[in-house]
Every structure is written in structure tokens, then in C-alpha cells.
């Protein structure tokens, strides 16, 4: 049985107080039309009951006005409209909560990460996470993929002011958080961005990996660290094992420095290390993660070359990516 709930109206004591300074904000009205399969958002003007336009800061009115027309009842929520003039980014997750009105998946971890103001959308399977910074595209354009969208402006969003709680521990994401650019640009770059051209592509073949460091998946990584020299140290740090090192965070960096050779993506990092058994609830601080990452990236100078297919001397193919000799020539293999 579905027992997620499923919100129509505004909470507006659950609004962000922050957001209530910009004059962006609208009535709106669920209305079906022929064709779709479920009803449209429609925005209206609080001052006329006009349509409202997202690109029309005309049609927007102040956060007291709107929400006295929302009382008396004719429409069936407030939404914010995000404008260049202000400084909110603002994501949509569809689908992404449960049965048991949990966030499931890349989303929890995208919430736990950003750890600003989130809220369930009016459908009650979404959610809808706003914090404070730029467009990490170089643009003003929104951004869609898949059950995930990306807005800086030209957007109106039905705000329902029903923040998001972790049902284990209680915990709610009300307050409006700057969100780096070194936290952004990972996230922007792991949903949004195209996949560069490589010659080097990620080539698996009877169990031979030849890639460069940026094509490496994170399975390619876990998998390449456990078979390499210092794969003793990488498992006991991927265990959560940090005995050896002064604290947590010293472990942290230690293995952070070791995938930073055969990644240098943040967003890979981070994922990396949430992946781990060091994981911890340090790691929901921005601040922390990004810091971390940075000094690994600045530290860590060398990375990964795959090892080579064929042998360097006599092109006689290696039998499988564990042989160390050539078995024509008998020569060491090489990186």
C-alpha cells in the first residue's frame, strides 16, 4: 500500500523566512489539461489573477500579498519565481522518495551534501532543494535530466513549505545554505554536463582494463586500487579501519590522497569516499568535504596510467591485466 503522502496545499509557516524579502512570488491553480495525463501548475498574478509569467516580474507580487490571496482559498498553493535578481539556485528531484517517505538513491546523498532547505513536493514523491549560489554552467539556463532538474532563473516552483525530515533521527533541512562553487560544479558536471570525446576510452575486454584516469567508473576504481601495491592500506581504509592514523580525518585524507591518483573528479571523490566504511556524519558538512578534496587534488601531483595491453618490446599480448612478464620475451611489464 502506498502510504506516501500527498500534498495539495501550501504549508506557508514552513516557507523560507529568507525568501520572503524578494518579490517573487505567485498564486497557482492545478488545471488539467486535454491530452495530459495529469493536471498543470498554472501560475497567476496575486495582484489581478492574471496568468503569471516566470519571465515577467510584473506578474509577481510580495510574499504578504500572495499569501493573503492564497487564504481565501481560490488557488491551491504559492510558488516563488527564481530570477537572476536573486540569489537562489534551485533543484527538482522527481521520485525519489518511497513508500515509507524515505529519499532514496543519489538524492539522499545530493540532500545529506548540500544540507540546505528541502522540502517534499506537492506530489509527495519529490522533493525540492533551494540554497544560495550561482549557475556552475557559465549560464542562466536551466538544466534537465532525466528526474532532476537545475534552475537559477525563469522558473516558478509550487512551493509547499513541508520540510523534509529524516525519519530515523529527526532531522530537518529548514535553513537556506550557500552552496561553493567547488560543491556545485561537481554536482553540475555529474548530471548536466556532456561526456567529452576521449580518445582513451574505457576499453574492457576479457577482463583487461585500458583507460586514462578520467575514464575510469567507480567500480574500475575500487577494483584497480584492490589489486595495486598498496592495496593493503587502500582496504583497510575502505573498511573504515583508521587504526594507524591520528583521527578520523587524517584517515579521511589518507584515503582520499589514494583514489586522487586514479580520479581526479570531485564528484567522484565525494562519492568515493561516502562509498566507504569511513563514511561518518562529518561527512554531511560541505565545508569539510570540499577541503578535503582540495588538499588531496593539490597534493596528489602524479596519476594513473593503465597498464599497458601488449608488451612494450616484442607487442606480444598479455594474457590477462595480473601478469607481471611478457611470456614471448620474459620482459617486466610496464605502466
Known sequence: MDITPKLQKTFVKGLPKQMSMYDHWIVWKLEQK?????????????????????????????FDDTVAVYNTGTYDGIG???????PYIFIDIDHCINEFGKITGEAWRDVKLFNTYTEISQSGTGIHIIGMGSNPGGDHKGHKNGNIEFYTQGRFVAMTGHIYTDCDNGQKWENITYQPYSMLRPFYKHYFSKP????????????KINVSSNDLSDEDVIKICGYAKNSPKFESLWRGDISGYNSPSEADMALVSILTFYTRDPNQLQRLLLRSGLNRDKHNRADYITRTIEAALSTVTETFTAKPTVCYKCKTEYENKE?????????????
Open 196 to 207: 567529452e570525446v576521449i580518445n582513451k576510452a574505457l576499453v574492457k575486454s576479457q577482463g
Open 323 to 335: 601478469s607481471t612478464t611478457c611470456k614471448k620475451c620474459g620482459r617486466s611489464r610496464r605502466y
Open 80 to 86: 516563488f519565481v527564481f530570477d537572476r535578481s536573486d
Open 34 to 62: 486535454i491530452g495530459k495525463d495529469k493536471p498543470d501548475k498554472i501560475p497567476y498574478n496575486p495582484h489581478n489573477g492574471q496568468r503569471a509569467s516566470s519571465t515577467d516580474s510584473k506578474t509577481w507580487g510580495t
